[in-house]
């Protein structure tokens, strides 16, 4: 197994993008493991390497079908980051002691998560854990205890939380240092413009990650909603305007807002990762962005 090399804070958050492997088992396209290999491959080819897991995804099983690649190909453990979560207690025949879904952010379902996690991903440490949603019996203090211990063990290099509000965020931060907060941003879903967990990352000075950047493909695929076909209408505008495409516009429009968006890809696609790449000379002007904005909301602004 490849020993920890700590990774640094300062390289994860130069990531223009990350993949998201919630798609890429059970829950999507059920890839094989040499199709996993391959596109593991591609991804670094295209200077992507930073992979969004969740211990719940395919049902407990995506970890370690990942895992399953890392183990015979060790060499590439080293040449990506590996974040994934906890925190979200599901049903499933993986987990029978579960009898309903709940969220348990204890440090006794923490610890033991992330043993589950590093054996499922057949590696000797997680690059980056998130608490996947906030568990409303949380201690701060026993989080930010059992982060140190994690950290101290050589588990876990880094820390962050996903779907927090921002008192919940304040609440830990103020205890132990996080570096990023996962949150869903896209033109389908807007709140956190205006909900105040953009500005708290830049009050910090934190990249925030965005989950299902493109509305998990609702905004890209064709639909007969009234309201989809509208913002799909002035994303086609834009696409003349620009010479892109509407992948292309919807990561320009996240990367506008001054925080640094990381939008995790959520694509089993090597072409859209290369689509992804191209978009970053792509910068819309500021009335485009609220042209979006508008078309997505419905209504001009006040
Ligand atoms: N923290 C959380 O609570 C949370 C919740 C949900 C997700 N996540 C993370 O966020 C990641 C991304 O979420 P997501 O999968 O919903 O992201 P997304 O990128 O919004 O949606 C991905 C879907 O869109 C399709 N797609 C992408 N580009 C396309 C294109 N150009 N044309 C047509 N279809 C296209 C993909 O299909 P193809 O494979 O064919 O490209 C896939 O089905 C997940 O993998 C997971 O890591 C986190």
């Known amino acids: 197994m490849t020993k920890n090399p700590k990774s640094s804070i300062k390289e994860y958050i130069t990531s223009s993008f990350m993949l998201g492997t919630m798609r890429l088992g059970k829950w999507g396209c059920n890839m094989s493991s040499s199709q996993i290999e391959k596109f593991v491959e591609g991804c670094i080819e295209n200077e992507l390497v930073d992979f969004d897991h969740a211990d719940i995804y395919g049902s407990y099983t995506t970890e370690s079908d990942f ?19 906890c925190g979200i207690k599901m049903v499933s025949e993986n987990r029978p002691k579960q009898k309903i879904k709940s969220y348990d952010l204890t440090k006794k379902h923490i610890k033991s998560s992330v043993e589950n996690s590093l054996t499922a991903l057949q590696t000797e440490y997680i690059d980056t854990l998130l608490l996947h949603r906030p568990d409303f019996l949380f201690d701060p203090y026993d989080i930010a205890d059992t982060f140190i211990e994690l950290e101290r063990e050589g588990k876990v290099n880094h820390f962050g939380v996903s779907n927090f509000s921002t008192s ?32 708290q990352c830049q009050k910090y000075r934190i990249k925030p990650l965005a989950w299902s950047p493109m ?5 890209l695929k064709k639909s007969n909603d009234q309201s989809i076909m509208k913002i799909q209408k002035q994303i086609s505008l834009l696409c003349e305007k620009y010479n892109a495409g509407a992948d292309q516009i919807l990561l320009a429009w996240l990367r ?15 072409s859209r990762i290369k689509s992804a790449n191209d978009s970053l000379k792509i910068n819309i002007t500021h009335e485009d962005w609220y042209l979006l904005w508008q078309a997505a909301s419905g209504k001009e602004i006040a």
Request: charged share 20%.
């Open 67 to 85: 895992g399953a690649v890392l183990k015979i190909r060790s060499d590439l453990r080293n040449q990506i980051r590996i974040t994934t979560k």
């Open 168 to 199: 919940q965020f304040d609440l830990l931060h103020g205890i132990f240092p996080l570096i990023t907060h996962q949150v869903e941003i896209s033109l389908l879903n807007r709140k956190s413009f205006e909900d105040g967990v953009l500005d």
């Open 215 to 219: 509305g998990g493909g609702v905004l």
């Open 256 to 270: 506008k807002h001054p925080t640094g968006i990381i939008p995790v890809l959520g694509t089993s696609k090597l």
